[in-house]
Structure formats: C-alpha cells, structure tokens
C-alpha cells in the first residue's frame, strides 16, 4: 500500500517570484529510496504557486520511505505559459507517522533541470554519513566549483567573483529583482534626484560658496546641513577623525614622526604645555596618509589635479574636544612644505583642512571602504559558495551576510571604478592612482586591523573620549561573537573537530590566498587550529560585511554631500608657502561644478536604505530549523535590540548623534 506524504510548499513573497510552470516533486531517504516524481497541482491551478501562496499537496510513494534527507524539484513548461523563473522559499513534508521535514531553499529556479535540495538539519561532513547525503555533498561541492570562481580584477588586490553581469550570477545568490532595478538607474538618477542633472556638464569653478549653497539646498540628511555649518570649525574637523565616515586613520602619538617636525612653539605658542608631557599623557593623535605619497593624479575635463598626502597632528584638550594642532601636506619636510597651523591666516589653515578632507575622501573610499569592506566581503562570500554545500552549518550562518554583495561589487566595478567609471572620472586618485592606492592598502592590510577590539588597542585609542564608532563597535563586536561562538559551539565540540573539517579548511584557504594573496607576515589564519580561531574570524566577517560597512558607508552624504568638507578632488596644487592665499584662491582649488555635482549623486546613491534592506541579526530566510541555534538567533536579535535602545538613549544627549552603528540601521551585508 502506498504511503502518503503532506508536502507544504511556500514560494517567496517578493516581486516576480510567482511560477505559471508545472512543478514536480520526488522525496528522497537517507537510504535513497524515493516517492513518486509527482506534479504538484491542485484544483487553484496555477494560483498555488502565487507570491507569497503556501499550498499543499499530496505525494505518495510505493515504499515507504526512512527518514528524508532530499527532496528533488523540477519545474516544466506549462503551455501556453511561457518558461518563466519562480523564486521558491521553503518546502515543508510531513510524513505518514507524523515526522515533519523542512527543506530551505530560498533561491530562484528557472530551468528545467532536477535540484536537489537537503532536509534542514546542518550538518558536518563527518556526521553525513548516509551513502545518499555523502553522494549529494560530493555533487554538490563539485557543481560549486563549476558555477563559481575567481577573477583577478586588478593585480596585486583581493580577487573578485567572475561574472559577466548581475544577472549572469548562479540562481543560488541571483537577488530579487527589487534593488538591482533601484540600482539600476545609478548616477544619472542621483543627479535627477539632487535636481542637479542642468550642471553635470558644466566644466566651470565656483565663484562664490552661495552658489554650492544653491545646488546642495535640495537634499539635507539630518546630519548634511549641520556639516555645512560646521565644516570650517575646527573641533569638528578633529570630530570627524573619530566619528565620520573614516574613523579609521587616527591613531594616538607617542613619538612624532621623523618627517614632521613640529615644535612646542609652533602648537602651543604660549608654552601652556609641552609636546613631550603631552604625548606621554597620551593626549597627541597623528592622522598620517602616508599611502598616498607620489601617486599620480587624475585629469579631470583636462585640468590636472592634485591629491595631498598630509600628517595632521592633534590635541585633545582639557575639556576633552580634540583640536587639529598641526598640517603639513606633503610627506617630505621641506621648505616649500610648511607646517599649517590655526595661528595661521585664515585661508591657509583653512585650505590645509581642505587638503586634509580631499585625502581622506580618496584614501577613505579606495582602502576603508572599497578595499576592507566592500572587496573582502565579496571574498568571503565566494570561497563559502565554493566550498561550504547549502547543508553546512557555516553557509548556513553566513549566507545571510552575503546578500546582495556579488551584485553590488560588480555594479562598482562597472560603473564607479572602470574606465569611464564615476570616481576615475571625478576623483583625485582616479585611474592609475587608485590602482597604486589600492595596491598599497592592501600591502598594509593586517588581521588585527579588521578584528575591532585589536584594531583599537593597537591604534591607542582604548581610552579617548567621546568616540562612539568604538564604543559601539565594540559592543557590537561582543555581541556578535557571543551569537557566533554560541552556535559554532553547537557544531563543534572540540578542537579536533574543526582541524578535521575539510570542506571548513578550504574555506579559510581560499580566503588566505585570494583574499589576503597568501601573505604570511599580517597575521591572517591560513587554516583553523581551534574553535576559538573560528569563532573570532567568523566574528570578524560579520563584523566587516554589516557593522564595519555601515560605519564606513552610511555617512557618506551626511559627511560629502556639502562638498567644501570632502572634495573629491582640487584643482591647485598645495601652497608651497604661507601667505598666498584667499577666498578666490580656495575656490579655484575647489573641484569644478561637473565634478561637484557626480560627487554629490553618487554619495547620495550609496548612503541610501534600499527598500529591501534587512537589519542585522535578522533571518527572513529560515536556514536553521533546529531548537538550539533558533534560540542563539533570538538571543542575538534580544541582544541587537538592547544595543539599539542604548544607542538610541545615548544619542539624545549629543549634539551630533552617531548613528551608523544602531542595529537597526546596520544592514546584514554589504549590498549598497
Ligand atoms: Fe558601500
């Protein structure tokens, strides 16, 4: 007599995601035995397979089957229907003597082929010891290799995901079609959007700062105006080092560097204070840019242009307000290299911080925020879909935080970093030197500078005031961590069982060699002695693709959407003495208006929240189906949301509240 099975199927609940096709399904044991290769349909017709529709359906089968490991799908044209692609979330099987199954999917099928898909329960490859999963994981792991590999984009820099274009990506990461149409548009939508489409042509200077005024005055963020405030005060240029959108330059200064020789008459005329007793009360921050010595700068609508490489030495003051001290904007000590000061005129203080801020943007956006975010998180996420089959406890926990990653990098490398990309056309560094950039910043590139709580003991800033990107992020850190060992410790109870991982060995060896390209002295893991090891550099990715990427990405038009504070390039080189300069001499500096206005879109494309944005720590798509990681997962958002109310509390006594850290505002992955 045949057995009956109930089998519930769930399809997404995203535009398009809907089949007119007919679907078929045959259940599969542990033992391989299988059910009818049944047609799902029912008396609601193509209805059952609606957005969002849950159906269910009978199958039944000759024998009866063990325990299920598989199920087998596959979707055939249903004329006059044409082929169309169906986004199917999850299939829920419930047996004769009652056993439910959950099989995650979550992932678009638009062929006619037969898919595979294994029973929720995570497992290792030493506990699928089934002849039947054994085989599928071996299968599954070859077909990876197939629909995944690596590219080199630029050589001597993290290797990317060989695509042809977004759409070409394997079914298994293609997106909902929701960001990449909102994407899609890109620049010319932002200057649309900013009204400024009349001015993207126009290759002329600013002649008075009214005129920037006129053009930004149609989009504020609630921080952008205050930036156009504030952007000539000088504790706020000292602020933003530590709470802007690159809080990751500024380190403190026990010794001064060789090539920046300031003095105590120069910083503290009055002899107040002495450098020296400074320093050591750990009172003196050096911000040095040093990887942007010598590199060639762009042509923009055939006007050279200049890029700094400055040392700007600061001092946090008695009432714990961190003061810009000190300037000098070429590496090199030299006559024609002076050191700027506040007692300065007004100009050429101010057109050094103006230096300053254009460096910052270039080296902020090539090394913190493409390079250590955008381009890592896209390595990370290409070896676990070459390596780690779909019923992996560690796809299972990371495939979240990749959403939309493949997509966005390739959408950067198309349209802002190729050769008639936005940022070589209208950057400073753009064209060879971002390639120099890039190389050096990836030369510079350590383990501990992505492990937060290392990176800001060694940057001595364990104790500095009034720094919410480390407060936050630290606490951040522990959370995650907590949430990873919590769930990792159910998977590995030991030692042995993480070195005995192959398929977790080849993760971390991959990401070694294209990712890190196989530098030994930096402190990158090449495989996985300890759990704990595991725990911190899993950590540490999910750190980097939500936190990390928000803190460095969400304040971009907040910071840059006023151009006088972050310009993308200058148009004069920096003064080689004191006393030349003006308010006509600053705006002649300044980038043009063209260049101006594809800035100003651009940030303002980037710091946007897609409408199919999902917070951290937040799991729509249910790959853990198990009691125990399903409690860590809640623990995690519990955690999350406790974090968020803090943050929130806090910011209602600062006069500029940092909000890149909130939780909520944290997006699970690198996707914009
Ligand atoms: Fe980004």
């Known amino acids: 007599m045949n057995s009956m099975y109930e089998v519930t199927v769930t399809t997404g609940d995203i535009s398009q995601a809907n089949t007119y096709n007919k679907v078929f399904i045959t259940l599969v044991d542990t033992d391989g035995k299988k059910s009818d290769h049944t ?19 009978p199958v039944s089968s000759p024998a009866s089957l063990g325990n299920l490991l598989l199920i087998e799908l596959d979707k055939q044209p249903n004329p006059p229907f044409p082929e169309d692609s169906w986004f199917l979330s999850q299939v829920t099987v419930k047996s004769p003597e009652g056993d439910t199954y959950n099989f995650p999917v979550y992932r678009w099928i638009s062929d006619g082929q037969v898919h595979q898909f294994r029973e929720a329960r995570a497992l290792r490859a030493s506990e699928d010891i089934t002849v039947t999963g ?41 997106s909902t079609f929701t960001r990449t149409i909102q994407m899609g548009y890109t620049v010319l939508k ?129 009432n714990d307000t961190l003061m810009p001290i000190a300037i000098q904007l070429k590496q090199k000590p030299a006559e024609d290299n002076p050191i700027f000061l506040p007692t300065d005129s007004e100009y050429d203080w101010l057109t050094a911080k103006i230096f300053v801020r254009s460096a910052d943007f270039n080296m902020h956006q090539l090394n913190f925020h493409l390079l250590r975010t955008h381009l890592l998180a896209e390595v990370f996420a290409v070896s676990l879909l070459r390596n780690l089959p779909m019923v992996h406890p560690l796809y299972k926990l990371l495939i979240p935080h990749t959403h939309f990653t493949l997509q966005i990098n390739f959408l950067a490398r198309q349209l802002l970093i190729s050769d008639d990309g936005v940022f070589t056309k209208f950057a400073a560094s753009g064209g060879e030197g971002m390639i120099t950039i890039m190389r050096r910043a990836q030369s510079s590139l350590t383990y501990s500078s992505l492990c937060i709580p290392d990176d800001i003991t060694e940057r001595g800033l364990d104790s500095v005031p009034n720094f919410y990107y480390r407060d936050d992020g630290l606490r951040l850190w522990d959370i995650i961590h907590r949430f990873v060992q919590g769930l990792l410790g159910h998977y590995y109870k030991n030692d042995a069982e993480v070195q005995k991982d192959s398929e977790l060995q080849s993760w971390i060896q991959e990401i070694f060699e294209h990712g ?140 500029i509240p940092y909000t890149y850290l909130d939780p909520a505002v944290v997006e699970n992955s690198v996707a914009i």
């Open 39 to 57: 047609w799902l349909r029912s008396k609601n017709g193509v209805a059952s397979f609606s957005i969002g529709a849950v159906s269910t359906f």
């Open 134 to 174: 054994m085989d599928w994981r071996k299968n599954d792991l070859t077909q990876r290799m197939d629909d995944y590999s690596w590219d080199v984009y630029i050589d001597g820099i993290a290797h990317c995901m060989k695509a042809d274009s977004p759409l070409s990506l394997p079914c298994e990461v293609r």
């Open 190 to 318: 932002g200057l649309v959007e900013l009204k400024l489409k009349g001015l993207a042509d126009n290759q002329e200077n600013w002649t008075h700062i009214d005129d920037i005024e006129q053009v930004f005055c149609y989009r504020f963020t609630h921080l952008s105006d205050r930036v156009q405030n504030l952007w000539r005060n000088d504790a706020f240029f000292g602020y933003q080092f530590l709470n802007g959108v690159n809080p990751m330059i500024i380190q403190s200064c026990t010794v001064l560097p060789e090539n920046f020789p300031v003095t105590d008459d120069m910083v503290f005329p009055s002899g107040q204070c002495r450098l020296e007793d400074e320093m050591r009360k750990g009172n003196i921050f050096l911000c040095d840019y040093k990887l942007l010595d010598g590199v060639i700068t762009n042509v923009i609508n055939d006007k050279k242009q200049y890029l700094a490489a400055p040392l700007i030495l600061l001092h946090r003051t008695a």
């Open 516 to 655: 890190f390209l196989s530098k030994d002295s930096a402190g990158f893991p090449r495989n996985f002695n300890t759990v704990a090891e595991l725990v911190k550099f899993v950590t540490m990715v999910i750190f980097t693709g939500s936190c990390q990427h928000s803190a460095v990405n969400s304040g971009q038009y907040d910071y840059g959407g006023w151009m006088p504070n972050t310009p993308t390039s200058l148009q004069q080189p920096p003064p080689t003495t004191k006393g030349t300069t003006s308010k006509a001499t600053m705006l002649q500096t300044f980038p043009d208006i063209s260049t101006t206005v594809h800035g100003m879109s651009t940030l303002w494309l980037l710091s946007r929240q897609y409408s199919d944005f999902i917070p951290l720590g937040h799991y729509p798509n249910k790959h853990f189906t198990e009691e125990i990681p399903r409690k860590w997962i809640h623990d995690f958002q519990e955690d999350l949301k406790r974090l968020s109310d803090d943050i929130k509390a806090r910011n209602k006594s600062l006069d």
